[in-house]
């Protein structure tokens, strides 16, 4: 007989304090998740081949989007990269019950898309997916390349790189948004010094292009890549107001590396017919964003200015393969496609300018949304999503989807 199963069953509740939130709630990651494939309409028609996709960082942000919107608008069959955690002491990461539900609306939909575990910077993960996609596809159409870490293990030296917020070349001081533990906000002045070289060197290699390109030329070495292959790298401009800190800072250096690696990568494709392209998108709440000294109180401006103007990152993720399965994407002088002109566009950053300069305690509430930016938040855990009952006891133990089911 096997013994009885131990209910990993609870209330789970928010348990962190500011940006550190240490629960996730499985009901409310499963029903963001839903939400999230309700703002997308089906083809009218069914794909006439069903494109084999791979999307590294799967299981959040916009690389969560993406996928979701492949597998409901492109029928997309293929493979799904996430790292995260199972649930123990604690309940699982919020990526992990993600997955669980993108796995689902994948079996829904007869896709065959599954989700492997792992670390993408890893040349095992790259070894053992690329064996899952020869095996099972035979080729990949598309490459989205979504990921967003504080520190990369290079496994060809086994040093450990870590990435840092910081600006280039002299201290930044900027004003943050911040919460206490009741949830009430408050403005805070922070100084930020500057990275020094190895900071930034280090940054770059976690956060540009160099693990990008190793999945391309070991995609390319491998025989897996289709005539006409494309891949995308997401990346960020942000506001003149955030420039400092983000795109003139270590990430920005970052962002710069991933662009010139698209240009070397559509190099290396140009005899398949393949391209490699950056896709600016626009600004979203993320864990990783949320980190980033300026950039919570300057989203909260940006959505005052906009209200319900502000696209989803499903709505920019629609975009991105709109541009991605295009003849000819739409692209700007540097060959990136450009999904933040709605937030780059003239009026609103001019708007966004006099709320920032302006805005005071006293002020608050009514030129930053704080509301919606806490609610998007908590959302990214699970928590504050509508149509969830908070109080009842949930399933914390969920297994990740078997990647060997079909």
């Not at 696209?311 to 496609?337: F, K, M, N, Y």
Request: charged share 20%.
């Amino acid at each position: 007989m096997h013994p009885p199963s131990v209910s990993s069953e609870r209330v789970v509740s928010p348990t962190g304090r500011g940006y550190l939130q240490l629960e996730s709630h499985p009901a409310g990651c499963i029903r963001s998740v839903a939400l999230m494939r309700a703002q997308v309409a089906a083809p009218e028609l069914p794909p006439v081949r069903r494109p084999t996709a791979l999307v590294i960082g799967s299981s959040a942000g916009y690389g969560l989007a993406s996928t979701i919107t492949g597998l409901v608008r492109y029928g997309i069959d293929g493979v799904g990269i996430g790292f995260e955690r199972p649930a123990g002491q604690r309940s699982a990461t919020a990526g992990w019950y993600r997955t669980v539900a993108t796995a689902a609306i994948a079996r829904e939909l007869g896709s065959d898309f599954v989700f492997r575990n792992a670390d993408a910077f890893a040349d095992v993960t790259k070894a053992e997916t690329l064996d899952l996609l020869g095996d099972r596809f035979g080729g990949v159409d598309y490459l989205i390349y979504s990921v967003a870490a504080p520190r990369r293990t290079d496994p060809r030296t086994g040093v450990t790189h870590h990435s840092a917020l910081k600006p280039l070349g002299a201290p930044h001081t900027t004003r943050n948004l911040e919460f206490a533990d009741d949830g009430t906000a408050s403005l805070r002045e922070v100084t930020v010094e500057p990275a020094n070289e190895a900071e930034k060197a280090a940054t770059v290699r976690v956060m540009g292009g160099e693990d990008w390109s190793r999945w391309v030329t070991a995609l390319a070495e491998r025989g897996l890549l289709r005539d006409g292959f494309r891949t995308v790298a997401l990346s960020y401009i942000g506001s003149p107001l955030t420039s400092a800190i983000y795109r003139a800072g270590t990430i920005g250096a970052a962002k710069a590396d991933l662009e010139s690696t698209a240009v070397a990568l559509t190099e290396q494709l140009a005899g398949r017919g393949g391209r490699a392209l950056t896709s600016v998108n626009g600004a979203v709440i993320s864990q990783a964003l949320t980190a980033i000294p300026g950039i919570p109180l300057y989203v909260c401006l940006l959505r005052g200015v906009l209200g319900d103007r502000f696209p989803s990152p499903v709505e920019q993720s629609l975009q991105l393969w709109e541009q991605l399965t295009a003849d000819r994407p739409d692209v700007d002088e540097h060959g990136r496609i450009r999904l933040d002109r709605w937030e780059l566009s003239a009026p609103v950053q001019a708007a966004v300018a006099d709320r920032w300069r302006s805005i005071t305690p006293e002020t608050m509430t009514e030129l930053a949304d704080i509301p919606w930016f806490r609610a998007q938040f908590r959302g990214l855990y699970g928590f504050d999503v509508p149509g969830v009952d908070y109080a009842a006891p949930v399933e914390t133990d969920l297994p990740w989807p078997d990647p060997s089911a079909r």
